[in-house]
């Protein structure tokens, strides 16, 4: 098992910048991938960014390419998300995820078998 815990949200103007971390906990050596989504009221939860640890590969949403930056450590017992030029609609809660294997479609929820319970990020206009 694996237990993850997200902290680092908040309230940001818009353009401002956040930094979320997720710290990880229990068989961590058995995850082959860590990443963030999230999900606003009414919608599904969407991906936002995965980091691989064997090959240290990123992969990012569209929407926040270019604006968003993931990391971890080597220990795979951390994951950190650098989120600048906020906008409003990055307000969501923002929940870490793990997987124990990498997948096809890294992008998809069913992929991944550890949750954190989310961290709230609010984006004022």
């Known amino acids: 098992q694996v237990q993850l815990v997200e902290s680092g949200g908040g309230l940001e103007q818009a353009g401002g910048s956040l930094r979320l971390s997720c710290a990880a906990s229990g068989r961590t050596s058995s995850t082959a991938a860590m990443g963030w989504f999230r999900q606003s009221p009414g919608k599904e939860r969407e991906f936002v960014a995965v980091?691989?640890?064997?090959?240290?590969?990123?992969y990012y949403a569209d929407s926040v390419k270019g604006r968003f930056t993931i990391s971890g450590d080597n220990a795979k017992s951390s994951v950190y998300l650098q989120m600048n030029s906020l906008k409003p609609e990055d307000t969501a809660v923002y929940y870490c995820?793990?997987?124990?294997?990498?997948?096809?479609?890294?992008?998809?929820?069913?992929?991944?078998?550890?949750w954190g319970q989310g961290t709230q990020v609010t984006v004022s206009s």
């Open positions: 980091v691989r640890w064997s090959t240290g590969s990123t």
């Open positions: 995820a793990a997987g124990t294997a990498w997948r096809l479609r890294p992008s998809q929820p069913y992929n991944y078998n550890y």
